[in-house]
């Protein structure tokens, strides 16, 4: 027997299987959230991490390596905590950083995993890319709570810091990461990197990307000296310019990863 559904119950049903093709939607999009693998980073985030200068140490790249925990390894989403010591005027060691509240600048960072090769050297390229992002300036020197030895710092908090925590994060293409991997940051400064700006040679430039540093764990302090999500394999030694090198003494970058099932 054929017969006419009535406009009504059509209705109804066309919103059942809306709402039914909706929640597996939905249902599958939660199954698919990425999984921390690996943390570094510290909690609370501080107004200002331990952290190395790549002008100051003549740095191209810098990173560490790490081991993934879970079994999520697609696709990884990279966060790295920066430290700023950049001002809009004046600087932090001549005691006369001034900057706007909510000022950025832009600085291209290139974010690398690598396999662990022959001697636990950098191996084949896993997984890389680029982004320009704007990094925050410092805030301007508190002239009222900070003096005396933290003359030119800013306050936060009840601490005064000469840089400024940022952290940054990149999602990168990798169809499967084995457990161990190497990953590293990269970025031009005016004398280094693959393109050094040389901002330095411009007369009265400000040069904000000398004053950008990469935030790493402090070795000397008891508490935090492990990942709360992952392990380090190589906590004394760290990867600098594409070299292994030893005696960081647990100076290791503040890295967290997330991946994909």
């Known amino acids: 027997m054929v017969g006419k559904i009535p406009l009504r119950v059509a209705r109804v049903t066309v919103l059942v299987l809306a709402l039914g093709a909706f929640s597996a939607l939905t249902a599958g999009a939660a199954s698919a959230a990425p999984e921390v ?3 570094y980073l510290p909690s609370p985030i501080p107004g200002n991490p331990v952290s190395l200068g790549f002008e100051a140490t003549q740095t191209a790249e810098f990173g560490g390596q790490i081991e993934l925990a879970g079994t999520a ?18 600087s932090w060691n ?8 909510g000022a950025k600048f832009p600085v291209t960072i290139t974010f690398k995993v690598s396999e662990v090769g022959a001697g636990n050297a950098q191996g084949a390229v896993l997984a890389t890319g680029s982004k320009t992002f704007m990094i925050p300036y410092r805030p301007s020197a508190n002239t ?4 005396g030895a933290n003359t030119g710092a ?3 908090s009840g601490e005064c810091f000469n840089g400024k925590a940022a952290k940054i994060s990149l999602p990168l293409k990798a169809a499967s990461l084995p457990n161990k991997v190497i990953v590293t940051i990269a970025y031009n400064t005016s004398n280094y990197g693959t ?17 950008l540093n990469v935030g790493v ?7 935090g000296r492990t990942p709360t999500v992952g392990s380090l394999p190589l906590p004394e030694e760290a990867y600098d310019n594409g070299s292994l090198e030893s005696g960081w ?6 890295f967290e990863v997330k991946a994909s099932a």
Do not use: I
């Open 73 to 90: 390894r697609k696709n990884p989403n990279v966060t790295v905590l920066m430290s700023s010591w950049a001002c809009q005027t004046g």
């Open 144 to 147: 009222t709570k900070c003096t």
């Open 249 to 254: 003494g647990g100076f290791q970058p503040l």
């Open 94 to 101: 001549n005691f006369n950083c001034k900057t706007t509240m």
């Open 154 to 156: 800013w306050f936060k």
């Open 37 to 39: 693998v690996y943390n």
């Open 195 to 211: 393109n050094p700006t040389k901002c330095n040679e411009v007369p009265n430039a400000n040069c904000p990307e000398d004053s």
């Open 217 to 223: 764990n402090d070795g000397f302090e008891e508490a």
